[in-house]
């Protein structure tokens, strides 16, 4: 006793004389000064690029929503809020564009997250059972993710022809009724759900893999108590596996509602906004009203419109950012 009781009274005054000197880790004021110099040096290159390409043409696009110009004269008009209103009420011409832009967009915003996750999550569990061949799977299934997209649409393009993949197979498994003689792209009735498939099974690479990555981090301790307890594997999945996968469906969701709300190019590239006016949507009537427009001052109406999608994606995003922290 007295040896330990010496040992712990000689070792405390080290201790509190080491926690009192100050750490020589920290570093003077000066050589802090230094390094915080020589790491504004290393970022200064992003942020003047970032000032530059970033600042200047958001501020640029930004006072474009308030002129009429079409990007040739030399001086543009200032004509305040009325590119917004001939947008969204005022015009006869492009207010009902407009209109009809925004429900079909309305429409891709709601069923491409759902079929998104209804997808990629099945998909991610069946991977993460599979134990052989797992690398090669999930290559399989990232493949549309990493193939150049104006190749794969233009592939697609071609397989929902008349005379395409599609049509042949329902008509080699005897479902001739489900043949379209005018081609998927080709039906009013059959473009826009069309095209949304196309845009899930863009979404679902990413989506599967944010997933699958958050299926390894899961306490396996978890999953085994819930099936000690009883739970089959389809009360495990719903009741143990999907709340703690919550946080990852948000950024899902978050991440496909943005692409449906500003993606334009498989529109373009696949129907136009054909046929007729049945896959317009608000990224392809903003390109057509800053790119398509031949000497129509209509510049300002597409940074009005690109203004009015901006806005509307940080709503979506805070109601997401709202509803993620209120249930984690």
């Not at 390894?216 to 594997?233: H, N, P, S, V």
């Amino acid at each position: 006793m007295t040896a330990l009781g010496t040992s712990s009274s000689a070792s405390t005054p080290r201790t509190v004389g080491a926690a009192a000197r100050p750490s020589h880790r920290r570093g003077t004021p000066g050589s802090r000064g230094r390094e915080a110099l020589t790491g504004y040096l290393f970022i200064a290159p992003a942020v003047v690029l970032f000032a530059v390409m970033g600042l200047y043409i958001v501020g640029y696009g930004f006072l474009l929503g308030f002129a009429r110009w079409n990007g040739f004269a030399p001086h543009w008009d200032w004509v305040g809020l009325d590119n917004y209103a001939d947008l969204l009420w005022r015009d006869p011409v492009y207010a009902p564009r407009v209109h009809e832009a925004a429900r079909h967009t309305l429409y891709v915003m709601i069923a491409v997250p759902v079929l998104t996750v209804a997808v990629s999550f099945p998909l991610a569990v069946a991977l993460a059972r599979v134990k052989r061949a797992q690398a090669v799977l999930r290559s399989v299934y990232f493949l549309p993710y990493v193939t150049s997209g104006i190749a794969v649409f233009y592939a697609w393009q071609y397989i929902l022809q008349p005379d395409g993949a599609v049509n042949y197979l329902l008509g080699l498994l005897g479902l001739g009724s489900l043949q379209e003689p005018q081609g998927f792209l080709g039906n009013p009735a059959t473009a826009l759900p069309t095209m949304i498939v196309v845009t899930v099974w863009t979404e679902v690479p990413v989506a599967m893999l944010m997933y699958l990555t958050g299926l390894q981090t899961i306490d396996r301790g978890l999953i085994e108590a819930a099936e000690l307890d009883g739970a089959g594997w389809w009360r495990t999945q719903v009741s143990v596996v999907w709340p703690l996968l919550r946080p990852i469906t948000a950024i899902v969701v978050l991440l496909t509602l943005r692409s449906a709300l500003h993606g334009f190019q498989t529109f373009l590239i696949m129907t136009n906004g054909g046929p007729g006016t049945h896959t317009d949507v608000l990224g392809l009537e903003a390109y057509r009203l800053a790119f398509l427009s031949k000497f129509a001052p209509t510049l300002g109406l597409a940074g009005a419109l690109g203004w009015m999608l901006f806005a509307v994606a940080i709503v979506l995003a805070l109601i997401n950012l709202r509803a993620l922290r209120s249930r984690v």
